[in-house]
């Protein structure tokens, strides 16, 4: 008998409901789920340090026992290799989703044949929700509350400055 071990690869710049979604959907199918959060994006500069999102994250997954919290930098497909996975955990909101993720999907399949990718979809409720939107809806004053979980809120609040 061999386990599979999923990656679940993103900034999560913060951590969103829609993302511990994901992982708790993910973790029911696998056998391990690694959360990596990727060290050096191209999306800009980050909110939130790369040890404050680790910090986060593990907090949240703390209830999950086949859920661990890692970091990485370079390629996915030799991080998952490293690990010892056999697939990677994407999530898809839309189309636009889609054509990214697919692009990405046969570019980890060139450069790794063995390695899968799971799409999954995110609850319906936050097909809508990315970091990003979170990000620009707080700092405008709107409340995300609903949509990050109550340890990312605190952050959020004690990271941006006061609203008017």
Not at 1 to 10: D, F, R
Not at 51 to 71: C, D, H, L, Y
Not at 122 to 136: D, F, H, Q, W
Request: avoid cysteine.
């Amino acid at each position: 008998m061999h386990t599979v071990k999923a990656i679940y690869p993103g900034t999560f710049d913060p951590l969103t409901n829609g993302h511990l979604d994901l992982i708790a959907r993910g973790a029911k199918i696998v056998d391990h789920l690694v959360v990596a959060i990727l060290r050096n994006s191209e999306k800009g500069t980050p909110l939130f340090t790369v040890p404050e999102r680790e910090e986060m994250i593990s907090e949240a997954v703390a209830g999950f026992k086949n859920v661990s919290v890692m970091t990485f930098d370079g390629l996915l497909v030799d991080f998952a290799r490293q690990q010892g996975a056999k697939a990677v955990l994407r999530g898809i909101r839309a189309i636009s989703d889609y054509e990214y993720e697919f692009q990405m999907a046969m570019m980890n399949r060139k450069l790794d044949p063995e390695l899968e990718t799971l799409f999954m979809m995110p609850a319906e409720k936050y097909t809508y929700v990315s970091s990003r939107l979170i990000k620009g809806v707080f700092r405008l004053g709107g409340d995300v509350t609903a949509l990050v979980p109550p340890l990312v809120m605190e952050r959020l609040k004690a990271k941006v400055p006061a609203r008017v």
